[in-house]
């Protein structure tokens, strides 16, 4: 269990994702419809991951630049706490540090809405491929071409083909 929290989410889906190809195979094998429907699963997410990362990046870049701005102030204001105190400028150094800080959270929040957002319609779009795939297999079933056992086991194993592609 340490171990997990040692690598992160990330890095342990890096390790699954070598079994994708195995899984979609098998999907495959049930159906080929199932197959390919999983592929373009599959090629949607990665879209998905590469808008998400286009478009949050320069906004998480924006406030890691902010709160670094935001410390270097406080720090060299407490570096020279002498001369503040001595010149009565205290409170005007307080109300900007708060200012910059409330500035570094704002965008803080924006960076957070972004990546949230991008989160949950990845994860939604997963849930509705898995209940597609039970929708194209109950088809399937339905005109003899599989069985129902298989329409199961390809959504299962499209959830955990997928899932290392939604989380890296």
């Known amino acids: 269990l340490s171990l997990f929290y040692c690598l992160g ?5 890096l390790m699954d994702l070598p079994w994708t190809p195995l899984f979609i195979a098998a999907i495959f094998i049930f159906h080929p419809m199932l ?3 999983s592929i373009a ?3 949607v997410l990665v879209i998905l991951a590469i808008l998400n990362q286009v478009l949050t990046a320069q906004k998480v870049r ?14 060299e204001a407490r570096a020279g706490a002498e001369i503040v105190l001595s010149q ?9 540090w ?6 570094a959270l704002a965008k803080g929040m924006v960076a957070s809405d972004w990546t949230g957002t991008f989160t949950a319609i990845t994860k939604s779009f ?4 898995q209940s597609a795939m039970l929708g194209v ?9 599989m069985t129902a056992g298989a329409m199961i086991a390809g959504s299962i194993l499209l959830g955990r083909g997928l899932s290392p592609i939604e989380q890296s």
Request: proline content about 0%; cysteine-free; aromatic content about 10%.
């Open 35 to 37: 197959g390919w429907l």
């Open 88 to 96: 009565g400028i205290g409170r005007n150094m307080i109300q900007r």
């Open 126 to 129: 997963r849930l509705f491929l």
């Open 137 to 145: 297999g109950a088809f399937y079933v339905l005109k003899g071409e």
């Open 41 to 43: 699963g599959g090629v």
């Open 98 to 103: 708060t200012r910059s800080r409330q500035e």
């Open 62 to 75: 924006q406030n890691q630049i902010a709160l670094q701005l935001t410390h270097s102030f406080a720090d």
């Open 9 to 13: 989410h990330g890095t342990l889906a």
